[in-house]
């Protein structure tokens, strides 16, 4: 990407911008800057797929957030901030709880949410493909079906 | 990596400064984030009330930056002024737009943007630069426009910017999006686009 714009654009642009803040993206739990803790392992797109595979699990159910927080018994709040913010670091025990509703491995679960060391090259991959071929706003398309089904099933395997 | 040259107004001479917009955020960025940005973001944190600070202020670019790096479909934006970072946005081409007239359609999602902490008018007064905001939105749509998009480009604004999006920069307002915290949703169609670009 690049910009060719002239200098007069900017002159002219930037007075429209008068003093007001432009921050934008959600802002999530508030954590102060500069004292995050290591990265977790698996940080990266697992953890993305992560929110995105509860996202698409409970729209392919047809649930919203609350129901599949009652489901599980954790907060609403806590499915939301999975769902939406890269930063979230979701408790060991919700993600167990999670993996109960979706009938998935809580191993796999939990290796996705970045919680433990990542024992399965394969599921990563699979992740990286799943997070790229899911949307987190509108209806199921049938090529983020398949992509969930495919990932339910690559997350149920060595269950039980 | 590309540089674009664009310009900055200086917050106290009033002239235009000439800066440079990368389309990556580079791991020297996050230097210059580490060593400046977050020193001046805690010392302005430091002794405001909980509810006073700025809302982004605990945003780790690092990790952002870490988690998106080489997804398809992410970019990152630094951009830099006189040697110092002055802001930072990421975006992506995977969801589509909401409003009616162009639901479904295509478009570049703002993940995140910010500018330094000293560039806000509500932290340092005059602020050292001005025009972040305006180069980022203006890059936003350059990147919607080069995938084919036409300048669609969506955000979800943070509190105390909602009247930059509508107001100084010509967004929609879709109003609040219980699934986004409840942030004001904004887009902006092709028509509203071409306005931002040739406004001069």
Redesign the interface.
């Known amino acids: 990407m690049k910009l060719n714009y002239p200098k007069a654009w900017f002159e002219q642009r930037i007075e429209t911008e008068g003093q007001v803040e432009i921050g934008a993206g959600i802002f999530a739990a508030a954590r102060p800057v500069g004292t995050a803790a290591e990265p977790r392992t698996n940080w990266c797109a697992p953890h993305l797929a992560f929110g995105q595979f509860v996202a698409l699990w409970r729209r392919n159910k047809g649930w919203n957030a609350a129901r599949l927080a009652a489901a599980a018994g954790i907060d609403r709040q806590e499915v939301l901030q999975i769902e939406y913010d890269p930063q979230c670091e979701p408790e060991p025990d919700a993600v167990f709880k999670l993996a109960d509703v979706f009938g998935v491995s809580s191993r796999a679960l939990l290796e996705l949410a970045g919680l433990v060391v990542d024992r399965a090259p394969r599921l990563r991959e699979e992740a990286s493909r799943f997070t790229v071929r899911s949307e987190s706003m509108a209806a199921l398309s049938d090529v983020e079906r398949q992509a969930l089904e495919a990932f339910v099933t690559t997350l149920s395997e060595g269950k039980g | 990596m590309?540089e674009?040259?664009?310009?900055?107004?200086d917050g106290k001479s009033a002239g235009?400064v000439e800066a440079g917009?990368f389309?990556e955020i580079t791991p020297a960025h996050l230097n210059l984030w580490d060593r400046a940005w977050?020193?001046a973001?805690?010392d302005y944190?430091a002794g405001a009330p909980?509810g006073e600070?700025?809302?982004?202020?605990?945003?780790?670019w690092?990790?952002?930056s870490?988690?998106?790096?080489?997804?398809?479909?992410y970019?990152s934006f630094a951009l830099v002024c006189r040697d110092e970072l002055q802001g930072l946005m990421?975006t992506n081409d995977?969801?589509?737009a909401?409003l009616a007239g162009q639901f479904?359609k295509p478009q570049i999602y703002?993940?995140?943007?910010?500018?330094a902490p000293w560039n806000?008018?509500?932290l340092q007064d005059p602020?050292r630069y001005?025009?972040?905001?305006?180069?980022?939105i203006?890059?936003a749509i350059?990147?919607s426009c080069?995938a084919g998009f036409k300048g669609r480009i969506g955000?979800?604004?943070?509190p105390?910017?909602e009247?930059?999006?509508e107001q100084?920069c010509g967004f929609h307002r879709l109003g609040p999006d219980s699934?986004?915290?409840n942030?004001t949703y904004f887009e902006m169609t092709e028509t509203q686009a071409d306005a931002f670009r040739h406004?001069?």
């Open positions: 590309t674009s040259k664009v310009y900055l107004r235009l917009l389309d977050v020193p973001m805690q944190c909980p600070k700025p809302e982004d202020s605990h945003w780790d690092r990790r952002k870490r988690a998106y790096r080489g997804m398809l479909g970019s990421m995977v969801t589509s909401r479904g703002v993940e995140f943007v910010a500018t806000r008018p509500k602020p001005r025009g972040v905001g305006q180069v980022f203006l890059a350059e990147t080069e955000l979800h604004s943070l105390d910017a009247s930059f999006y100084r699934s986004h915290q942030l406004h001069h």
